[in-house]
T-cell receptor
Framework: SQTIHQWPATLVQPVGSPLSLECTVE??????LYWYRQAAGRGLQLLFY??????ISSEVPQNLSASRPQDRQFILSSKKLLLSDSGFYLC????????????FGSGTRLTVV | QKEVEQNSGPLSVPEGAIASLNCTYS??????FFWYRQYSGKSPELIMF????GDKEDGRFTAQLNKASQYVSLLIRDSQPSDSATYLC?????????FGSGTRLLVRP
């Protein structure tokens, strides 16, 4: 069966510090991968998605970036965090072969102080 | 920008009642629709998906889709306190899921 791992679960970082969040998927090949952010009490905002190794599509301009160095690995990064980067970051995957929705990781709650 | 609209709630229903959650969308070309449940502090989990006009039932949950009117709804029968959560509507748009802001449901014991 397929599983998605996301870490860390919580993170407190000072303004201006770098960020690296990692997500990996097991039990499937060639997944579509996604990074979403959810601000407190708000909906899910799509940040990046990838349909293949090295391919990244950005949905919103910001100081975040994403990379997909391996088929089942998706990384979210920032060189310098802003207070507004605080939120709940969710990685998700979907299959290219069906349209049964996304499966989310457990999320990372980031607080920038 | 493709949009998905949901009433933020909270929608409060007594235990055992039917909870009705609604969602409207702006993109007439959308073909696939999804309902997710999100407990406080947790990640969303998929409840149901629906592609065709009409009703789709799965246990206590029924999804309803009306493409002509551009709305999708979720009915929860025999609501339980454990159903208290935020329910997110989403539609598929070219490799991406676009989410509504969610409706908070409270089931009173």
């Amino acid at each position: 069966s397929q599983t998605i791992h996301q870490w860390p679960a919580t993170l407190v970082q000072p303004v201006g510090s770098p960020l690296s969040l990692e997500c990996t998927v097991e039990g499937t090949s060639n997944p579509n991968l996604y990074w979403y952010r959810q601000a407190a009490g708000r909906g899910l905002q799509l940040l990046f998605y990838s349909v293949g190794i090295g391919q990244i599509s950005s949905e919103v301009p910001q100081n975040l970036s994403a990379s997909r160095p391996q088929d089942r690995q998706f990384i979210l990064s920032s060189k310098k965090l802003l207070l507004s980067d605080s939120g709940f970051y969710l990685c998700a995957w979907s299959s290219r072969d069906d349209d049964y929705g996304y499966t989310f990781g457990s999320g990372t709650r980031l607080t920038v102080v | 920008q493709k949009e998905v609209e949901q009433n933020s709630g909270p929608l409060s229903v007594p235990e055992g009642a039917i909870a009705s959650l609604n969602c409207t969308y702006s993109d007439r070309g959308s073909q696939s629709f999804f309902w997710y449940r999100q407990y406080s502090g947790k990640s969303p989990e998929l409840i149901m998906f629906i592609y065709s006009n009409g009703d789709k039932e799965d246990g206590r949950f029924t999804a309803q889709l009306n493409k002509a009117s551009q709305y999708v709804s979720l009915l929860i029968r025999d609501s339980q306190p454990s159903d208290s959560a935020t329910y997110l509507c989403a539609l598929d748009s070219s490799y991406k899921l676009i989410f509504g802001s969610g409706t908070r449901l409270l089931v009173r014991p």
